[in-house]
């Protein structure tokens, strides 16, 4: 090791000494002819600009190519169809710009290089120029824009009423879903209630609360062609519930409740086939740097068809499960304590 | 200030004719100096310290990125306490990332770069002895130096460096429960950002200052430089903003010690709930953005006035349409305090209000557009010198036109849902603020190195140094994109634990390769810059036939600038390659009546200005 190091330090002041020589020798000869260098170097560079424009180019376009397989993965929910392509238009208009403007900018360099012989174009203004490429991209946008917030107002203004509420509850470093079961209303939960047997710190005593279901491990289930209204909570610090297949984001802030509400339109199995991979699953990601952990955080997602998730759900226990009514009222004399401390 | 001016012309004058030295000792020359020469060197050097500092965190972490898991026996020799066993510990990980986005925000593209340009070329440009307050101006640096010094010890102090990311969003760094960093190096974090707020705001008001008061006779508004109209309207925009970064900063430090509740509510960690009650994290988000999206001007319109002088310079042309620039700045600087609400399009904000936050977004697309456009105007038809300086320009013209078109993509709140906090955010920032304003600040600094140091740099490695540059970024940032487009987030130790993910390894391990590269390249720019400023060949006069006031200065720094009185301007600085003129440039400080055969119709307007201001002011 000591070795390694010695040889690397000994290499970089060799290499330092070579670059040394390297300058002493340019400067001088720079010293003899400054403008011939000049030129050769405006030669070269432009010569170099336009081939690295060239292969720069070829590549963006093979790359693209090449790694479009895993670029936006089939979208799983309603929404994320219409998302992935209005990001195709827009990929589409900012492609053209993108490469008429590099073109040009490029081309320009190599072409109008430095000449004696010649001079610049003594060229500063030109207002009907001006405003064409202040009033043409004005219009772009404004169509980007439509068409963009008219998508965004669609995904959060429709009406939630319909959808089946469930809760995504955050904390470092896991998940837990909870369903609200047949009266689709979740329980009333606070922070002051959380202990080892009730992670999400649920009011017992809510009638609401009574067929609630949570996830116990580390997977959780959405039917198929059916809306979820879904509640992000967290109990710590800022967490985001990422589902990167359904185009679904939302961040967990502690002290409110966020909302995201999405229809899921592929099962687990469906997406097996189209991704041609048997051991293929949905995920939830956390997105939002929650601590040294965060990178471990995340649960699987398996869509499944309503009939399957309905049998799944029944399989699951109550919120309430294997808690007795006497300790409930114990738990909760703690909590008022400090509540009143407060 | 008429009345000081007239004083420091006497000042200086006097000193010329008895050619004796300013009495400096070498502490009031080189470390509490008041001159603004020499504050932008200090300024320039230190953020070069600490540029390479985050520089080689940032590939300490991305070896993990492409190697999850694998030792590096090395790591263990150089940081033993971050990277036992040769594996970058997940903890240090998260500081190293957040300590590099901290300080090459702040400490290099807005200290470092609006420290240095702004100091070395607002007296010099506008024709000023010094700055209006050479005192301020070096309680700047030294405010700076100080934040720096307490942002490098944080890294070593128990617990760690603060590793929340360098948007520290509360409730995580409120709470040494969550994360270890959130301990005594997230309390330095802060006690350093004030500390650098306070540095900002005696440079900005500096600087603001000395535009508008110190300007020399006939440099009016539509002469200045754009460098000059890019610094005023940067200082302005940082004057208006870091007051809320720093009211941010205090409530949090409130928050994390004095156990106010202005961003904490809720919360039950570590096994027990907190008796914080009724504050919102996302208060702090939106105080945080107020600042940080006028930041990101801040960082990048110093490198655009500073391209565009450099563009003009080298392109032997004007600048395609100078009014339009200030415009387009202007109106980019207003509209910066009114698009903060596009990075919390996903924090559970009103849908409605996130459609306005995309309609103001969306405008800022305008003016860039416009700027674009002039910039790739200027060069057609022009007559190109391919200094490295030039190409470093024309790297940002094309750095910001491909950070800029995603940055649409990224403001449309509809597909931000599924973009945000991924590597294509990674992408498009680190392209359009990161490696734009850094080839700004190269272009910057080779193209005034002699202004500096009153050497050159070495050419040859200059364009070694910007082909591999310009390559290694293309190289990391161009495949983030797919990264992010296949749901990649970001802050992330490894991707390891989602199997999808795995068949990217391969991008990562390009994007590695390539930031080494990059690594590589500063090496040979650090080397040029420092073999240069002792070796270097002595600079000329005016060595690049520039039209601005600074290259009239005597190469031998004085100090007051100029022996004698300062020179009077008589025109626009960029009448380059002008029809019937014997050279290409003609310089601010040449008359109209010297100048018969170059002299448009237009010009007479100007012409006759310069005479009354001549005759009103003759007492000056």
């Known amino acids: ?80 169809e219409e998302t992935d392509l209005l990001l195709w238009w827009n990929f589409g208009v900012i492609g053209i710009v993108f490469f008429i403007t590099q073109i040009a900018l490029f081309y320009f360099g190599y072409k109008y290089r430095f000449n004696k012989s010649r001079r610049a174009f003594f060229y500063h203004e030109n207002h009907k120029l001006e405003i064409w490429w202040t009033v043409i991209p004005t219009i772009v946008l404004a169509a980007l824009i439509v068409t963009g917030l008219n ?90 519930v990422y589902f990167p297949h359904l185009r679904t984001q939302m961040n967990a802030v502690p002290g409110m409740t966020t909302n995201f509400y999405f229809k899921p339109t592929i099962t687990t199995a469906e997406m097996r086939e189209i991704e041609q991979d048997e051991n293929f699953d949905y995920v939830l990601l956390c997105n939002k740097v929650c601590g040294v952990a965060h990178y471990t955080m995340n649960m699987k997602l398996v869509i499944d068809e309503p009939d399957d998730f309905r049998t799944w759900l029944k399989e699951q226990k109550p919120v309430m499960d294997g808690v007795e009514t006497a300790e409930n009222s114990e738990e909760e004399s703690e909590p008022d304590e400090q509540m009143a401390a407060m | 200030m008429e009345v000081k001016q007239g004083v420091q012309v006497e000042h200086a004058a006097e000193h010329d004719a008895h050619d004796h030295e300013h009495h400096d000792t070498f502490w009031t020359k ?216 720093l009211s941010a900063a205090l409530l949090l430090i409130f928050d994390r010690s004095f156990g106010t509740s202005f961003y904490l509510s809720d919360i039950f960690i570590a096994g027990e709930p907190l008796a914080h009650s009724g504050g919102s994290p996302i208060l702090f988000q939106h105080l945080f953005w107020f600042l940080g999206h006028p930041e990101v001007y801040i960082v990048l319109l110093p490198a655009l006035g500073l391209a565009s002088e450099v563009i003009s310079v080298n392109a032997r042309k004007p600048i395609f349409g100078y009014k339009a620039m200030v415009v387009s700045m202007l109106v980019i600087a207003f509209l910066s305090f009114i698009v903060w609400g596009h990075h919390m399009f996903i924090t559970g904000m009103n849908p409605f209000l996130g459609s306005v936050f995309v309609f103001t977004t969306l405008l800022v697309a305008i003016p860039s557009a416009v700027k674009t456009f002039n910039y790739i105007a200027t060069l057609w038809r022009a007559n190109i010198q391919f200094t490295p300086q030039m190409l470093f320009g024309i790297g940002l013209v094309s750095f910001f036109i491909s950070g800029g078109l995603t940055g649409i993509i990224l403001g449309d709140s509809a597909l931000d849902i599924n973009l945000h906090d991924n590597y294509f955010v990674v992408a498009h920032f680190h392209i359009v603020m990161g490696a734009s304003a850094i080839f700004g600040m190269f272009a910057g600094v080779y193209h005034w190195f002699p202004r500096m140091f009153g050497r050159m740099m070495n050419k040859k490695l200059g364009y070694a140094h910007f082909w ?73 006069q005016n060595p690049w036939k520039s039209n601005t006031l600074e290259w009239t200065a005597p190469v031998k720094h004085l100090h007051g600038n100029w022996p004698g009185r300062i020179p009077v301007i008589h025109r626009w600085p960029y009448d380059y390659s002008k029809p019937g003129a014997k050279d290409d440039y003609i310089p601010q400080t040449v008359p109209f009546t010297e100048t018969p055969e170059s002299n448009l119709p237009a010009d007479e307007r100007e012409a006759k200005f310069n005479e009354e201001i001549a005759n009103a002011r003759s007492d000056v």
């Open chain 2, 468 to 540: 591999l540059t310009v390559i290694a970024v293309y190289g990391v940032f161009f495949p983030m994109h797919f990264l992010g487009l296949a749901g990649v987030p970001r802050r992330y130790y490894a991707n390891t634990a989602y199997k999808e993910f795995d068949a990217l390894i391969n991008i990562n391990e390009l994007v590695t390769v390539m930031a080494m590269l990059g690594g590589i390249a500063q090496l040979i720019f650090l080397f040029n810059f420092v073999y240069s400023i002792f070796r270097g060949k002595a600079s000329p």
């Open chain 1, 1 to 80: 090791m000591n070795f390694i190091l010695i040889l690397t330090i000994g290499l970089s002041v060799f290499v330092m000494w070579r670059l040394m020589n390297i300058v002493q020798l340019t400067s001088r000869l720079s010293g003899e002819n400054e403008e011939e260098e000049q030129n050769r170097d405006n030669k070269v560079n432009g010569i170099l600009l336009m081939a690295f424009m060239v292969i720069g180019l070829l590549l963006v376009v093979y790359m693209t190519v090449r790694y479009s397989e895993f670029m936006l993965p089939k979208a799983a929910t309603e929404h994320g």
């Open chain 2, 30 to 245: 080189y470390v509490f100096s008041q001159d603004h020469k020499m504050i932008s060197k200090q300024f320039l050097i230190t953020a070069i310290i600490m540029a390479y500092m985050a520089m080689a965190m940032s590939m300490i972490f991305r070896l993990q990125l492409a190697w999850p898991g694998e030792a590096f026996p090395f790591l263990e020799k150089i940081i033993p306490n971050f990277a036992p066993d040769g594996i970058l510990d997940p903890s240090a990980y998260l500081a190293f990332v957040t300590l590099h986005g901290t300080i090459m925000v702040f400490f290099v593209l807005t200290g470092g770069l609006s420290g240095t340009f702004s100091n070395l070329l607002i007296p010099l440009q506008v024709g000023a002895r010094d700055m209006a307050s050479g005192f301020l101006n070096m309680l700047s640096y030294w405010f700076f130096f100080a934040s720096c010094t307490v942002m490098t010890i944080s890294i070593y102090v128990e617990g760690g460096a603060a590793s929340g990311g360098w948007t520290i969003y509360p409730p995580l760094s409120a709470l040494p429960q969550a994360i270890p960093g959130s301990g005594m190096g997230m309390t330095l974090w802060l006690v350093s950002m004030a500390l650098f707020i306070i540095s900002a705001l005696l440079g900005g008001i500096n600087y603001v200052c000395t535009i508008i008061n110190l300007r020399t006779k006939g440099m009016t508004l539509t002469r200045l430089p754009l460098t000059i109209w890019a610094f005023l309207i940067t200082a302005t925009l940082g004057i208006l903003s870091f007051p809320v970064l």
């Open chain 1, 151 to 240: 998508s965004w107002n669609k995904m959060t203004q429709s009406d939630h009423d319909d959808g089946m509420k469930i809760q995504v509850y955050s904390y470092q470093f896991a998940f837990i879903a909870r369903y609200a079961g047949p009266d689709n209303v979740l329980g009333k939960s606070s922070y002051l209630l959380i202990s080892d047997t009730n992670p999400l710190g649920i009011d017992y005593d809510d009638p609401a609360a009574a067929d609630d279901i949570m996830t116990r491990g580390n997977e959780m289930r959405l039917p198929v062609g059916i809306p979820i209204d879904m509640d992000c909570n967290s109990r710590d610090v800022i967490h985001s």
